[in-house]
T-cell receptor, first 114, second 110 residues
Framework: EADIYQTPRYLVIGTGKKITLECSQT?????MYWYQQDPGMELHLIHY???????EKGDLSSESTVSRIRTEHFPLTLESARPSHTSQYLC?????????????FGPGTRLTVT | GIQVEQSPPDLILQEGANSTLRCNFS?????LQWFHQNPWGQLINLFY???GTKQNGRLSATTVATERYSLLYISSSQTTDSGVYFC????????????FGAGTRLAVHP
């Protein structure tokens, strides 16, 4: 199993502020992902990375940006938070091993923009 | 793109009852995972099951890849089983991008 950490777990912030959501994993997984989930709804992929210096946009358009400077770290940044960004953000990681590429999720960050 | 449909959308059970959750998908897949999202929002891995049958305690899952569906069985349900159960499949475009279904919301009452 992967150990994936996300901070903060909860964040309430005012409109216009810049925020960074942290995600770290200690298993050396090469792939990492960010998903967005509105309450009671399915998860949507917003960003993913296959390794250091690799980042791609997911299927759901997002105003956030990501970086992957170190294997274990995949932070997500919102330059100017808006109420429409209120959601839960979940980070995941995986590695292909013996034909199996199972994703493991962190505990999530619940973001509220007022 | 690939479509993932889960049924039923909501399920209420008495403790001790059994249930079957279904996941239909519209294209061939290399990866299918079942997750349980607990009331605190954490996604717990239940099964990695692109095909075949697996069991883990009171839970078991079967995927029939040729017919594009997967089933999750919960036996002797407990209140701690409450939460949302998600099925997710890999986007056929590859790269292990997961496409999630809308989930089945399960409430188990004592």
């Amino acid at each position: 199993e992967a150990d994936i950490y996300q901070t903060p777990r909860y964040l309430v912030i005012g409109t216009g502020k810049k925020i960074t959501l942290e995600c770290s994993q200690t298993m050396g997984h090469d792939k990492m992902y960010w998903y967005q989930q509105d309450p009671g709804m399915e998860l949507h992929l917003i960003h993913y990375s296959y390794g250091v210096n690799s980042t791609e946009k997911g299927d759901l358009s997002s105003e956030s940006t990501v970086s992957r400077i170190r294997t274990e770290h995949f932070p997500l940044t919102l330059e100017s938070a808006r109420p429409s960004h209120t959601s839960q953000y979940l980070c995941a990681s995986s590695v292909l091993k013996a034909g199996r590429d199972e994703q493991y999720f962190g505990p999530g960050t619940r973001l509220t923009v007022t | 793109g690939i479509q993932v449909e889960q049924s039923p959308p909501d399920l209420i059970l008495q403790e001790g009852a059994n249930s079957t959750l279904r996941c239909n998908f519209s294209d061939s897949v290399n990866n299918l995972q079942w997750f349980h999202q607990n009331p605190w929002g954490q996604l717990i891995n239940l099964f990695y099951i692109p095909s075949g049958t697996k069991q883990n305690g009171r839970l078991s899952a079967t995927t029939v890849a040729t017919e594009r569906y997967s089933l999750l069985y919960i036996s002797s349900s407990q209140t701690t089983d409450s939460g949302v159960y998600f099925c997710a499949v890999e986007d056929p475009g590859g790269y292990n991008k997961l496409i999630f279904g809308a989930g089945t919301r399960l409430a188990v009452h004592p």
